[in-house]
């Protein structure tokens, strides 16, 4: 499982080429070892971003389909941006398992008339925070947390679930939220899933995780349908809320 960050590069002086960032991640306290894992990506001026990373929608029909992604390249503004692709844990070779508490390192690579230069290396702490959503109706389906760290520029959903859920049909149901958005046919998962949901007693609590660098504010809205209706003019979906976590 992934999460979406996105870097930004301001060339300090006229005629550079080309600028790459290289990047890399290890456990806390650790050097990086750009031998054994090493990222690069080239940062255009201006920059590529993408709008609607996961999630599905309504269609006109009522019926539940995937939302599409949406290329966005923005103009030369004198910035390059990147938006980069990071790891929501680590495998932690001390305690075992994974860890969602890891250092991000990176460096900028620029290139001007035929001479590269590296820039200093920078680390940061990716930590986690839990969100949480409390249906006191019960009339909810599926909900997703729909956040980007920083600005709107890394629009991304992670699904959320109801506690409750796992504990009475287990981690491994195929009617677990983040299940949903890979379905071959999704209004069937979520009918599925929402007679197993009205079993469930109210309040429910929905919850999930933001993820970024230690201090780095999220930008945050809930994203939610109703429980599967046999009527597809029943059905509705919505945004509800903001709310701007500190990391």
């Known amino acids: 499982m992934t999460f979406y960050m996105k870097k930004t590069f301001i060339d300090p002086e006229p005629g550079i080429e080309m600028v790459n960032i290289h990047y890399t991640w290890t456990p806390l306290g650790e050097m ?32 539940y389909v995937q939302s599409e992604v949406q ?38 690579e620029t290139f001007r008339d035929g ?20 249906d006191f109706q019960g009339t909810l389906g599926a909900m997703c947390l729909f956040w980007s760290i920083a600005d709107g520029d890394t629009p991304q959903y992670t699904p959320t679930e109801e506690p409750q859920f796992i504990t009475a049909y287990g981690e491994d149901n195929p009617f677990r939220s983040h299940k949903l958005y890979g379905a071959a046919d999704q209004d069937v998962c979520l009918r599925e899933r929402s007679e197993l949901i009205r079993r469930l007693p109210v309040p429910r609590r929905y919850v999930g995780q933001v993820h970024g660098p230690r201090g780095a504010q999220v930008h945050q809205n809930w994203r939610v349908v109703n429980l599967w209706q046999p009527n597809p003019a029943e059905r509705w979906e919505a945004y509800w809320g903001y709310v701007v976590h500190t990391l």
């Open 71 to 108: 290329t966005i390249t923005l103009p030369d503004d004198g910035h390059r941006r990147k938006v980069l692709r990071l790891p929501k844990a680590i495998p932690d070779r001390v305690a075992g398992g994974y860890t969602e508490h890891y250092a991000f390192h990176h460096y900028f």
């Open 32 to 63: 990086p070892d750009w031998d054994a894992h090493h990222e690069t990506r080239v940062m255009p001026r201006g920059g590529v971003l993408l709008r609607g990373l996961g999630g599905t929608t309504l269609d006109e029909s009522g019926q």
């Open 115 to 134: 001479k590269r230069e590296r820039s200093p290396l920078y680390t940061e702490e990716i930590v986690s925070k839990e969100v949480e959503y409390t």
